[in-house]
């Protein structure tokens, strides 16, 4: 069949029908569809979005916050090394100088000098730093001594590692390796030194102790054998009154080492203390007639009763007296005296040692009666401390009014029956 032989010829499109109310349906069904779906596509973005915001916002608010701890962390450590008792000293791994606290400052005398590194440290301080560096062992700290401007101070320096928290640190600056501790240690170091002091003193107590009461009795002979040579007519008085001199020095300083070290409590009695005091400057008398110093004892009072020890108030007068003569020039005198002093509520029994010596001077008094001190560095110092200890115990006291160039009085003051 030719297509010249169809109505409508073969191959040519079907004309649309513009108006044809289905196809238009059709398009306008599809049209909706299609914008349902991207206004479905749009909420659905809209609620992923919002989700987002919050979910940023939540974060953002928990790093403000953890940042805020954070500086609140630091501001509170920084407080805390900053108020220790010890010096602290913080360095990262470039051996930058992190921190110093101001008590480490203060250790170190630098003030408020910029210090970065060890080795401006080790010139700031006058300390080596560096060497402690390599030298440091972890299990015990190094003690130094410095010199500052207020006298020696000892300090006790150690060092930590802190590797093992570096290797965690992710921080843009160099992590931290390691921490030293500063202490000052100055008062344990006196502390120790006194009490080696004590004991070489405890020591020397015991040795002079054990000597003293090997000596005591060789001179008690000595004086009684230099008793029986002043008998013989024949031996000149002047080398037995000198003899007698020097074995009752010697005495006096037994008897001050054997009362220092407490040797036995006194045996208070009823005594007259005029009788003591007489006894006690006739022992002296040699003493004195050898330093050609006149030594008088004059007294107005017949008796005058305590409760005493008589050997203890004659080393009393055994250390005046002789300290009196040491410190008179030849020609010069000491005088001893005895009186009663009465008034509403107590009476006493006084004693002074009166000479007329070079005097004492005032800065030396208050230590006068301290063991040990001793004005002129001639002597051990324990005449005067023995004093004031066997006056104690006798419940009496000891004063002294002195003036340069002018001589010394001691008094002392014993309660009366």
């Excluded at 979910?55 to 220790?84: F, G």
């Amino acid at each position: 069949m030719l297509p010249s032989s169809h109505a409508v010829p073969m191959n040519q499109p079907v004309p649309v029908r513009l108006n044809d109310p289905r196809l238009l349906a059709d398009a306008f069904s599809e049209f909706i569809s299609a914008s349902t779906l991207l206004e479905a596509s749009y909420r659905d973005l809209q609620q992923k979005v919002a989700h987002l915001s919050i979910e940023l916002a939540e974060r953002n608010a928990a790093l403000t916050r953890s940042l805020a701890e954070n500086d609140r962390m630091r501001a509170a450590l920084q407080q805390m090394i900053d108020s220790m008792p010890c010096g602290v000293l913080v360095l990262d791994t470039t051996e930058t100088i992190v921190t110093i606290n101001p008590e480490g400052r203060r250790l170190l005398g630098i003030g408020a000098a910029r210090i970065k590194t060890l080795r401006s440290l080790s010139r700031a301080s006058r300390i080596n730093f560096e060497a402690l560096a390599i030298a440091a062992d972890e299990q015990h700290d190094t003690e130094l001594c410095v010199q500052t401007e207020t006298g020696k101070r000892w300090l006790a320096i150690g060092r930590r590692q802190l590797d093992c928290l570096a290797a965690k640190q992710e921080t843009t600056t160099a992590p931290l390796r390691s921490i030293w501790i500063l202490r000052d240690i100055t008062a344990n170091k006196q502390a120790e030194m006194e009490r080696e002091a004590a004991r070489r003193t405890m020591a020397l107590a015991e040795i002079a102790s054990i000597l003293a009461h090997e000596i005591r009795n060789p001179l008690t002979s000595l004086e009684l054998f230099a008793g029986l040579i002043a008998d013989d007519p024949g031996v000149n008085p002047q080398w037995i009154g000198n003899l007698r001199a020097g074995i009752r020095t010697l005495s006096g300083t037994v008897n001050n080492v054997l009362s220092m070290n407490g040797e036995g409590t006194p045996h208070m009695v009823l005594l007259d203390l005029i009788s003591c005091v007489r006894g006690g400057v006739e022992f002296v008398q040699p003493i004195a007639e050898q330093a050609n110093v006149t030594l008088s004892f004059p007294t107005t009072e017949d008796k005058l009763a305590i409760r005493g020890n008589e050997d203890g108030i004659r080393q009393i007068i055994l250390n005046l007296v002789s300290n009196a003569i040491r410190h008179t020039a030849a020609g010069g005198s000491v005088h001893v005296s005895v009186r009663r002093q009465v008034d509403p509520t107590s009476s006493l029994a006084i004693v002074e040692v009166r000479d007329t010596g070079c005097g004492i001077a005032e800065e030396q008094l208050g230590r006068l009666f301290e063991a040990g001190f001793s004005g002129s560095g001639e002597t051990s110092g324990l005449g005067l401390a023995v004093c004031k200890r066997l006056m104690a115990q006798h419940g009496g006291v000891i004063w002294v009014s002195s003036q340069l160039n002018e001589g010394s009085s001691f008094y002392l003051e014993f309660p009366a029956l």
